[in-house]
């Protein structure tokens, strides 16, 4: 909260794009961190969901064993599933943040050594002129007949 209210309008003000993007970083990081909490509220929901999909086949006494044996141990189930989510989520935004940069710099280039350029008409432009093209035609045509006849 301090960040947003105080951080961010310091780094505009000082021109200080390193801070901003830093607290944008920081954001997304508790906005990761959120969401994986959030999540935790659908894991009881997820774990009857699987066992119901993966063990379709078993009988009902062993879906019930594998159901209190996840009930039993959803503490440390849970510590795991927060581990996993986040080093997923962490890993995805890494990923995402690299590619970002890349483009980045890519652009930055092209920005500063120039390319080529080549221009085409888009399609409709091109039907245009067709169009008029022979429209023109048809009535050259069409004046030179009345002419004649």
Not at 1 to 26: A, D, E, I, Q, R
Not at 64 to 83: D, F, G, P, W, Y
Not at 116 to 132: A, C, D
């Amino acid at each position: 909260m301090l960040g947003v209210y105080y951080v961010m309008p310091l780094s505009l003000l000082t021109m200080n794009f390193t801070l901003l993007l830093n607290l944008f970083f920081l954001l997304l990081l508790g906005m990761l961190l959120g969401l994986v909490l959030l999540s935790l509220n659908i894991e009881h929901l997820l774990e009857f969901i699987l066992v119901e999909l993966f063990l379709f086949w078993e009988k009902v006494a062993v879906k019930q064993v594998v159901l209190k044996n996840l009930i039993a141990h959803r503490q440390r189930n849970r510590k795991t599933t927060i581990m996993y989510a986040l080093a997923l989520g962490f890993i995805i935004f890494i990923m995402v943040s690299y590619s970002s940069v890349l483009d980045s710099v890519s652009y930055q280039k092209q920005a500063s050594l120039g390319t080529l350029v080549k221009v085409k008409p888009s399609f409709s432009l091109y039907y245009f002129f067709v169009v008029k093209i022979f429209l023109s035609i048809f009535l050259i045509c069409f004046c030179i007949y009345y002419i004649i006849c």
